[in-house]
């Protein structure tokens, strides 16, 4: 199983990063996937999620200013970032949960750094 985020890096406050997470080894199509992100000595928290169907969920202060994707055929899920706030620097990290395995699986991570 591997996740492959990509994407991360230096921006300034109000402007946007995409971030991308190509899944292989699991069925993607029975795989809820999420963004999590993980600030420096803070725990790490849900920022957003996408089932297989679409339905989507974020955490609330990232509302109206992300929007997670995902294309089924390229197994690939993604997050568009905008007005990006130096509160959203972390670590990212993409998450896949399996609803018919119950496993969950975790990519490296990708470092997001908002500048004021």
């Known amino acids: 199983v591997q996740l492959q985020a990509s994407g991360g890096g230096l921006v300034q406050a109000g402007g946007s990063l995409r971030l991308s997470c190509a899944a292989s080894?699991?069925?993607?199509?029975?795989?809820?996937m999420g963004w999590y992100r993980q600030a420096p000595g803070k725990q790490r928290e849900l920022v957003a999620t996408?089932?297989?169907?679409?339905?989507?969920t974020y955490q609330d202060s990232v509302t109206g200013r992300f929007t997670i994707s995902r294309d089924n055929v390229k197994n690939t899920v993604f997050l568009q970032m905008n007005v990006l706030k130096p509160e959203d620097t972390a670590v990212y990290y993409c998450n896949a949960f399996g609803f018919v395995s119950g496993k969950n699986y975790w990519g490296q991570g990708t470092q997001v750094t908002v500048s004021s």
């Open positions: 080894g699991i069925p993607f199509n029975l795989n809820r």
């Open positions: 996408i089932t297989p169907g679409g339905t989507t």
